[in-house]
């Protein structure tokens, strides 16, 4: 069994910084991808930002150059720095990982965190 343990959210005021933590334990082979995925009240779950096991990363047009990805594969932990806080990025983050174990790959989720941006 695999788990996703977010960490890291809270209430921030614009323009302030947070840093989520996301980290995976249980019967892990392998871990491809990871990323961070983020829902607002009313509104469908976005990509905020990916990251592959060779350290590529991919990121949503509304946080670049604000929202930073990185993993340490040996903590088996995935990061997303967040400078530059706006109220719009107010929402529940996920995590998730494509995971290789007990002879399977599958995308495993995170039970989300909640980032409020407000003064």
């Known amino acids: 069994q695999v788990q996703l343990v977010e960490s890291g959210g809270g209430l921030v005021q614009p323009g302030g910084s947070l840093r989520l933590s996301c980290a995976a334990s249980?019967?892990?082979?392998?871990?491809?991808?990871m990323g961070w995925y983020r829902q607002a009240p009313g509104k469908q779950r976005e990509l905020v930002a990916t990251?592959?096991?060779?350290?590529?990363?991919n990121y949503a047009d509304s946080v670049k150059g604000r929202f930073t990805i990185s993993r340490d594969n040996a903590k088996n932990t995935v990061y997303l720095q967040m400078n530059s806080l706006k109220p719009e990025d107010t929402a529940v983050y996920y995590c998730?990982?494509?995971?290789?174990?007990?002879?399977?790959?599958?995308?495993?989720w995170g039970q989300g965190t909640q980032v409020t941006v407000s003064s």
């Open positions: 249980g019967s892990i082979f392998s871990i491809y991808g």
């Open positions: 998730n990982a494509d995971i290789y174990g007990l002879g399977n790959l599958l995308t495993h």
């Open positions: 990251i592959t096991s060779g350290g590529s990363t």
